[in-house]
């Protein structure tokens, strides 16, 4: 058993903010992106990426387009330090690309920090200090005003160092870490401080990065959060908040979200949540959240599955088969409701229509994935899935009650078999059971057909194989070639439907012929298919097909009588 919670743990009080604003608002563009991938995600892998993989990943992200990318830790990894300077020296940064590298506040480590980015173009150098009570207490043993007063000495002296490199354009980004854990009066007080101690204003850029250093609460309390920073930060028309979620709850994406609403204009992340303990921010996911609500995410994910394999070879780090948007398995569905309710909206929608299909809250086209495996069947699909997979891959339309008729023949394999069947599968099965038997089942082996007129209506002349493989000519006459070719059968076989297809088209079109047939005691019907380049011909090949199904439960064959009337 569990201990008891209460005893243990504590939740976060609501905010003091009576008239938030932030839960009416709604989203109508994305934030600026900060991808962390090489610095945060990389110090949470197993085995950290090496020089060749993080430059690889950094040219991702530039495709990508990210505008303002984490680079390293250079004062605290010598390998980080070299490859932020091998970015700068080889201009290897895009003009429009801004390289983001992060320090303690240590003068030793700020000197070092400025060292690794002098010269680049533009840069963004990151701040962060833990300001949260039992991180002060425990960790540090500081009072907020040393605090105060240790953010301010830091900041000036970043200031004196920067003056010497003017052909650089230093931005500052603070990040009280641990904020979403501090009392938000400590936290605004260390902001305020920073602000003030870098004058921010239009010639000294700054970010204040809010961060759920590890989430300790529900999304809309880390919303209250921010809002409340948000009306009383400073000069804040003069700095860009940003948050930096991380995932401990599982909250990561709603927290970013709500924090958006509330007043945040910049997210830090990484490409599918990789980060410390349970990641960070997914930020993929984030941006196709608003891809779906109609908002352009200002990052390419058209080809979603080039980027997975990139980040997956970076990382060694694979990605879960139902992770949103780009799992293997996101945009399949087995179950046989959801499976007809995905093929039903696939016919219904128009190519410049608002997306509309069920279950698919994205065209899985825009992410540069396939429509093929969408339906898949196992033993807990249905009929709709079933005819999807037939009509997408085969051209096969099915009528609705041969629809039911195969599904419970296909299930019954997957019951029996116990795994996934496939397309081509399916197809084998609806072969073995619709087509075959006329060219393999002894008495109705179709060899050939010929029409002639007659007093009466339709006369035919049908040729079968016997056990022996010996030629045996059938005649009817009906009011047409299928009741024609029943008629020359000889069997107690009542077709009660018919329909055609076209499969293909122009001279490589072929016929397919459907019938729904019934048998004096034997329940319900039994369906016959023909497929052939002439459709009479097709036709003859569906009666047929349906007459072999009943022959297998009734045993009989077609009579011997050399001809039969209607």
Known sequence: MLTDPSRKYRSFPPVALS?????????????????????DGNQALFEPMNRERKLRLFQELVRIGFKEIEVGFPSASRTDFEIVRHLIDA???????????????REDLIAETVRSVAGARRVIVHFYNAIAPAWREI????????????VERHIALFKQLTEAHPQTQWVL?????TFCMAELDVSLAVCNAAIRAWDAGPQRPMIVNLPTTVEVSTPNVFADQIEWMDRRLERREQIVLSVHPHNDRGTGVACAEQALLAGAQRVEGCL????????????????????????SPGLDFSDIAAVARVAEDCTALPIHPRHP????????????????????????????????????????????????SIVRVNSQSGKGGIAFLLQRDYGIVMPRRMQVEFSAIVQALADSSETELSSERIWEVFERTYLM?????????????RLYGHPDGQGIDLELAGADGKVESRQGVGNGPISAAVAALGLPLRIDSYEERSLGSGADATALAIVEAAWPGVPGSRFGVGRHANIVTASVLAVLSAASRFSMVSGRKPMASSRNGA
């Open 19 to 39: 008239d938030r604003r932030w839960p009416s608002r709604i989203l109508t563009q994305a934030p600026i992106w900060l991808s962390t991938d090489l610095r």
């Open 91 to 105: 201009d290897l940064i895009p003009e429009d690309v801004t390289p983001m590298v992060i320090t303690q506040l």
């Open 139 to 150: 960790v540090f043993g500081m009072s907020v005003p040393q605090i105060v007063d240790m």
């Open 173 to 177: 980004q603070y990040s009280p870490e």
């Open 272 to 295: 599918f949540g990789n980060g410390e303990r349970s990641g960070n921010l997914d930020v993929v996911t984030l941006a196709l959240n608003l891809y779906t609500q109609g908002i």
């Open 325 to 372: 948007y780009v799992g293997d398995l996101v945009f399949t569905a087995f179950s046989g409701s959801h499976q007809d309710a995905i093929s039903k909206g696939f016919a219904a929608q128009q190519p410049d229509a608002l997306w509309r299909v069920p279950y698919l809250p994205i065209d899985p086209q825009d992410l540069g994935r396939t429509y093929d």
């Open 437 to 449: 038997p006329v060219c393999e089942q002894p008495g109705f082996i179709y060899r050939a057909h």
